[in-house]
């Protein structure tokens, strides 16, 4: 039986295995890595118009953020295949830096992605879309085993997932307007807040914000600076045609660029008192990498300037998203001050920004597994984890979605590690480390990051997601089958013999690289930063054509390939010492020479593994010496004989 959280009534039929609550970005790729799974899933989501919402700008992916798109689809995952249908430009940012760091980023048709997502979801075997509202979670036996919804009826199921993004107890506010509700203009959540809280779950509070809207047509154009895509560039999916479907159909333009200037910022500096962020009225923490334009303003009182970018949402829509600009201020401020723009004089604001503030789950209180330590069979993913982005919250979605199937299949949890993927960087950072702002992925937060590349996302994911059950057999073929390929090709490069002459001296020096001056070997070539594959095959007969991202992974091993084995072997080595399970019984208050600090956030995380517990702010090396050394000892009285 199942009832309600402080009740005993009984559930109502159909049962699932899964429910999923929300049909945002995390939402849907939990639903859908369920059913991929087997299991009968439902996904709860009060306006079938909200699923899959792109409710701040246009774009998907960029540095960090692409590299997790990029994750997502190696496991099976939808945002890359759809962001690449529904691209309507296609940018690749870092150009000038490595490839660890060098990711795609495009910009979506808000519309069709969300059509495309609407009919991923339809289309996918065991998993149904049901019309309705989230008023309470139900327990069975101790755990989470269902929902309770706003009409009556329960769908009892083995797991839940909750992706209620920014709508626990939201509240938006545009100047001294404030409201009860979420993005466009839909029903906050009320009562979830109530369950968790009542549960003994600790709740924060953080705000985020979005920019204005304003009619096309209303903006001169011809006074900005456009910036152009590229056409014939991969896109995010492993699977798909590798040219994205949308950079081939690119409208004419979809993105351009400006600046703030002194007049801007005097109406913004004249208008302070009306920002609800500076009047007091806004207690949740914003996220310090995108503030609003007020809060730059005031951080950075001697910039003449700040960039604003001005893109489409869609391809026949008639509003520009003002990326740069986002703002709670009233909205005929938003409008003075978008009118001392160049080219935006006459620019009529179709939808005026807004700070949204709402509840999120502590995620110290989370097991890597996305599962909460105080409510058993509820799993927690996007922004109500603490995290911010259409990317993260995918990442937690794919991961969440995964465990609640193995949970309710009976299976233990698998965890995402930080050094093999950007997810389990971030779920590492968020349920160890905790949040004091909404979590953004940066390549900057990965140790390994040299070794976490874009480009070798299926090789180090996608067999893994193929022993899940989260991939096809083809889709794993086709990897090994790249696996196969790199091997061959870096292997004929070893192998082959480059001796100096004219021609081979030429060709170098073309490329702008020193001529050859004693025989070696096309890899050793290889290495010279100048040379690229193509430039070894007008050198090296006989040398395969391979796709720009196959090229890309043999040049990284080429130039990058010492320092990536440097680090792959600290890999191994953290991961002999960093994986030692950690005793759930261990009392922390009771080790001798633990700090205070170490003792009290230890207790709180409740650390799997000596590397999460390394990672625990406040936890020092000595923390972790003490804690091996008890480790060592108990392990020697274990071992004596009774």
């Known amino acids: 039986m199942c009832g309600q959280i402080g009740s005993d009534q009984p559930p109502a039929y159909p049962a699932y295995e899964v429910v999923v609550i929300g049909g945002g970005h995390a939402g849907c790729e939990a639903a859908l890595a369920s059913a991929r799974l087997g299991r009968r899933t439902a996904l709860v989501e009060m306006d079938q118009a909200a699923i899959a919402d792109l409710p701040c700008n246009p774009a998907i992916g960029g540095p960090g953020k692409g590299h997790l798109v990029r994750e997502i689809d190696a496991m099976g995952g939808a945002i890359g295949e759809l962001a690449d249908q529904a691209a309507m430009q ?4 870092n150009t000038g830096k490595g490839p660890a760091v060098q990711a795609l980023r495009l910009l979506v048709d808000k519309d069709r992605y969300q059509r495309l997502m609407a009919a991923k979801l339809a289309a996918q075997p065991l998993l149904t879309v049901v019309v309705g509202e989230a008023a309470s979670l139900a327990l069975a036996g101790g755990r989470v085993g269902g929902v309770r919804l706003r009409d009556g009826r329960v769908l009892s199921a083995g797991a839940v997932v909750l992706s209620a993004g920014v709508y626990l107890r939201s509240n938006i506010s545009v100047g001294g307007e404030q409201r009860r509700e979420g993005p466009r203009g839909r029903r906050a959540s009320e009562d979830l807040a109530g369950d968790l809280l009542g549960a003994g779950v600790e709740l924060g509070r953080f705000k985020t914000g979005t920019s204005p809207r304003v009619a096309i047509n209303t903006v001169d154009l011809a006074a900005l600076r456009e910036e ?3 056409t014939g560039v991969s896109g995010f999916s492993h699977w798909a045609d590798r040219v994205s479907a949308g950079a081939r159909r690119s409208v004419s333009a979809v993105c351009w660029a400006t600046y703030t200037n002194d007049q801007t910022h005097q109406v913004i500096r004249d208008n302070l008192h009306l920002s609800p962020l500076f009047g007091g009225h806004i207690q949740g923490t914003g996220p310090r990498h995108c503030p609003s334009i007020e809060d730059k303003v005031v951080r950075f009182p001697d910039r003449a300037r700040h960039p604003v970018f001005l ?13 740069g600009m986002s703002t709670s201020l009233p909205a005929e401020i938003q409008l003075a001050m978008l ?7 006459q620019a009529v604001v179709t939808r005026p920004g807004y700070a949204i503030e709402y509840d999120f789950v502590l995620p110290g209180q989370l097991y890597p597994t996305l599962e909460l330590k105080k409510l058993p069979g509820l799993f927690v993913a996007g922004q109500i984890a603490g995290t911010s982005g259409y990317e993260e919250a995918a990442a937690l979605g794919l991961v969440a979605g995964t465990n609640a199937a193995r949970a309710a299949a009976g299976q233990p949890g698998v965890v995402w590690r930080r050094e093999h993927s950007y ?3 971030l779920i590492d950072d968020v349920t160890t480390r905790g949040v004091s702002e909404p979590y953004r992925v940066m390549t900057a937060r990965a140790e390994h990051r040299l070794h976490l590349r874009a480009g070798n996302a299926d090789l180090r994911l996608s067999p893994w997601a193929g022993e899940l059950g989260l991939i096809s057999a083809e889709q794993a073929a086709m990897v090994a089958g790249r696996r196969k390929r790199l ?3 870096k292997r004929d490069l070893r192998s082959a013999k480059v001796t100096p002459g004219a021609t081979t001296c030429a060709i170098l020096t073309a490329s702008g690289s020193a001529p050859l001056r004693a025989p070696s070997t096309a890899w050793s070539l290889l290495k010279r930063p100048e040379v690229r594959y193509t430039t070894l095959r007008s ?3 006989g040398l395969p054509d391979l796709s720009a991202m196959d090229r890309a992974e043999v040049e990284a091993d080429a130039k990058y390939g010492g320092y990536i084995r440097q680090q792959e072997r600290m890999v191994r080595e953290q991961g002999r010492q960093g994986s030692k399970r950690l005793p759930s019984d261990l009392d922390y208050g009771g080790l001798a020479g633990l700090s205070q600090v170490a003792r009290r956030h230890l207790a709180q995380v409740r650390p799997l593994t000596i590397g999460q517990a390394s990672r625990v702010e406040g936890v020092t090396t000595s923390d972790i010496a ?4 008890f480790l060592r000892g108990r392990a020697r009285t274990d071992s004596e004989p009774g």
């Open 90 to 93: 296609v940018r690749l940012l």
């Open 228 to 230: 152009p895509g590229l």
């Open 311 to 323: 893109e489409r949402e869609s391809r026949d829509g008639r509003e520009l998203y003002v990326l």
């Open 339 to 345: 009118h001392t723009l160049p080219g935006m004089t």
């Open 423 to 425: 997810i389990g960087v």
């Open 487 to 489: 091997f061959l090709v």
């Open 539 to 541: 050198i090296v007969p």
């Open 626 to 629: 003490v804690i091996l050394g």
